[in-house]
């Protein structure tokens, strides 16, 4: 309940993960919880200098997170020990870094050029013989990173291609560690 609390009173939530035993199923419950907050996420890793590592052991163990916290996985995660003070001013610098990007105001012109060029580069799907064409793209003025998409058929867009245009607005705009809402309205 405590970090329930002090969850809703945070921007941005350093989930720690052990490193000995992985995502378990009470961080997998509370990363989703923060998602659905729409906080900023940064994933630590405590405890890395007891693990026995080889070449690529990080890039594993990175691999592993983000693939059990599909499909929101483009979140910084940063290894570290608390008893070794490792990587302990990495993880608050992150923290801020995100805070920036969760924060950040995008011209709407700028996420037009960008928007309109990758949706001219992946067309949406036709949906019972109706051609979706999306006009316009602007951010809108919320508290987290919010973008309304304007098209003559909004209703008809899929799932598949909602998550197409968010993967490109984190591509272009860096949006690393921070939970996205996309809106489709009618043009």
């Given amino acids: 309940m405590r970090a329930i609390k002090a969850m809703d009173d945070a921007d941005v939530c350093l989930l720690l993960i052990d490193a000995q035993t992985g995502v378990?199923?009470?961080?997998?419950n509370i990363f989703r919880l923060a998602v659905k907050k729409k906080k900023g996420i940064v994933v630590l890793v405590n405890k890395w200098d007891l693990?026995?590592?080889?070449t690529n052991t990080a890039r594993d163990y990175t691999e592993a997170i983000k693939?059990?916290?599909s499909p929101f996985s483009d979140v910084p995660i940063i290894f570290i020990s608390a008893t070794e003070k490792q990587r302990i001013f990495k993880a608050?610098?992150?923290?801020?870094?995100v805070y920036a990007r969760k924060s950040q105001r995008i011209a709407t012109n700028v996420i037009n050029e960008v928007m309109l060029a990758?949706?001219?580069?992946?067309h949406p799907p036709a949906v019972r013989g109706n051609f979706i064409k999306i006009k316009y793209v602007t951010q809108l003025p919320t508290r987290n990173p919010s973008f309304a998409f304007f098209a003559n058929h909004p209703?008809?867009?899929?799932q598949p291609y909602r998550q197409?245009?968010?993967n490109?607005?984190?591509?272009q705009f860096n949006f690393c560690g921070v939970p996205l809402t996309i809106y489709f309205r009618q043009k």
């Fill in 92 to 97: 608050i610098e992150t923290a801020l870094d």
């Fill in 164 to 166: 197409y245009l968010e």
């Fill in 51 to 54: 693990l026995d590592k080889e």
């Fill in 67 to 69: 693939r059990s916290l």
């Fill in 118 to 122: 990758a949706v001219e580069r992946y």
């Fill in 24 to 28: 378990e199923q009470q961080d997998l």
């Fill in 155 to 158: 209703n008809d867009i899929k």
């Fill in 168 to 171: 490109q607005l984190r591509q």
